[in-house]
């Protein structure tokens, strides 16, 4: 990226506040007491204390799960790819919110299955848009596999999915023999309004993924997968099959976090700074955007979705915004099929307030010129 230029595309977390002396003394100490162990080959499900950890994080979105049924993997992006491989053929259907995180639509298309959007209001999928958009693809003779959805602070759109339409989506996926899988990395990321419980909570038929890279790290690529024992399993012998295990490091240094350090309280202390940086944001869409663009208002995660008026070009304003020094993210990116053409996402959590500004007086300029066209 070039000097100067205000980055709001790239959905990154904010390591600042990490203990990082107090973490690099811990990796030391791992290695240097423990090095034949955590440099060592492990098990294939994951180091057993880390999975115990997990259970307490989990239980922060109203789950109780055992740590048996949990699968440590290399991020959560790994577990999708292995749910992907074990259920869906080519041709097979996988149901997802238009917009979706476009990591799972290349998971989704690499392996061969085929991305069908759900619509989705401000409150996330639509029961009804679901059940029929099930019925219009049986009827097509459509194989439909999976739904996957991110229900907290969605990724791109930022919308969280209503408490009151979780257990109606989870019945209608089991009347229909359709696998649910919850992706949840932004879930405790909440800087406004009460935990909505996981759809998991409730249903131990749904595959629940998590993962440590935006309550920690993304770089230590830590994720699992909480599955019914006998998918569990399956899971694992792809697992290991692929990369063996998850990094045995890694896995220490993640249990060292969780279990030594504070991490609930810096994770509320990065909450502080993303609600500033998405309330900057905010407050100055209404300025920033052509009129007649309209946006999201999360409450948590790190992303605000916007779509621009009736006509309008995400990519042409993207061109001109980069040339004011600021970048976001176009739409058609987050669909698998086209959609998107006025429609891109903003991501709050990596600029500071002032940067955030700054980069809303520059998409102001490249508004303004962009209508003059």
């Known amino acids: 990226m070039e000097?100067?230029?205000?980055?709001?595309?790239g959905g990154n977390p904010d390591l600042a506040g990490l203990p990082l002396d107090a973490l690099g003394d811990a990796a030391s100490a791992l290695i240097r007491e423990h090095g034949t162990e955590v440099l060592q080959y492990s098990t294939g499900a994951g180091i057993d204390e880390l999975r115990t950890e997990l259970t307490r994080v989990m239980a922060r979105a109203g789950?109780?799960?055992?740590?048996?049924?949990?699968?440590?993997?290399?991020?959560?992006?790994?577990?999708?790819?292995?749910i992907t491989a074990m259920y869906c053929d080519p041709g097979d259907?996988?149901?997802?919110?238009?917009?979706?995180?476009?990591?799972?639509?290349?998971?989704?298309?690499?392996?061969?299955?085929?991305?069908?959007?759900?619509?989705?209001?401000?409150?996330?999928?639509v029961p009804d848009a679901l059940e029929a958009r099930i019925a219009e693809l049986r009827a097509a003779g459509k194989r439909v596999k999976l739904l996957y959805t991110i229900p907290n602070f969605n990724n791109p759109s930022g919308i969280t999915l209503a408490a009151d339409r979780r257990p109606r989506i989870a019945e209608i996926c089991?009347?229909?023999g359709i696998?649910?899988?919850?992706?949840?990395?932004?879930?405790?990321?909440?800087?406004?309004?009460?935990?909505?419980?996981?759809?998991?909570?409730?249903?131990?038929?749904?595959?629940?993924?998590?993962?440590?890279?935006?309550?920690?790290?993304?770089?230590?690529?830590?994720?699992?997968?909480?599955?019914?024992?006998?998918?569990?399993?399956?899971?694992?012998?792809l697992s290991e099959s692929t990369t063996i295990h998850a990094s045995t490091l890694s896995q220490h240094l993640a249990l060292t976090y969780l279990r030594d350090f504070d991490w609930?309280?810096?994770l509320?202390?990065?909450?502080?700074?993303?609600?500033e940086r998405a309330e900057a944001l905010l407050e100055a869409l209404p300025s920033a955007?052509?009129?007649?663009?309209?946006?999201?208002?999360?409450?948590?995660?790190?992303?605000?979705?916007?779509?621009?008026?009736?006509?309008?070009?995400?990519?042409?304003?993207?061109?001109?915004?980069?040339e004011e020094g600021v970048v976001f993210i176009p739409g058609s990116g987050f669909y698998a099929d086209g959609q998107g053409e006025r429609e891109l996402r903003f991501s709050f959590s990596l600029e500071s307030p002032e940067r955030i500004r700054e980069g809303m007086t520059r998409l102001a300029r490249a508004s303004e010129r962009y209508a003059r066209r």
């Open 179 to 237: 696998v649910l899988v919850e992706d949840d990395p932004y879930g405790l990321v909440r800087f406004e309004g009460e935990t909505v419980p996981a759809i998991r909570a409730a249903d131990p038929s749904v595959i629940y993924l998590g993962s440590l890279s935006k309550i920690f790290s993304p770089g230590i690529r830590i994720g699992w997968v909480l599955a019914p024992r006998e998918v569990r399993d399956r899971l694992q012998l």
């Open 3 to 9: 000097p100067g230029m205000i980055s709001l595309a």
């Open 63 to 82: 789950i109780e799960a055992d740590p048996a049924d949990l699968l440590v993997t290399a991020g959560s992006q790994m577990a999708l790819e292995l």
């Open 93 to 125: 259907v996988v149901l997802a919110e238009g917009p979706s995180y476009v990591g799972a639509i290349s998971t989704f298309m690499g392996l061969e299955a085929e991305v069908s959007h759900v619509p989705c209001d401000a409150d996330g999928i």
């Open 264 to 266: 609930s309280g810096h």
């Open 174 to 176: 089991r009347e229909a």
């Open 268 to 275: 509320d202390r990065a909450i502080v700074r993303y609600r």
């Open 289 to 322: 955007l052509p009129a007649g663009s309209t946006w999201t208002r999360p409450s948590g995660g790190f992303f605000v979705w916007a779509t621009l008026p009736e006509g309008a070009s995400a990519d042409e304003l993207f061109a001109l915004a980069a």
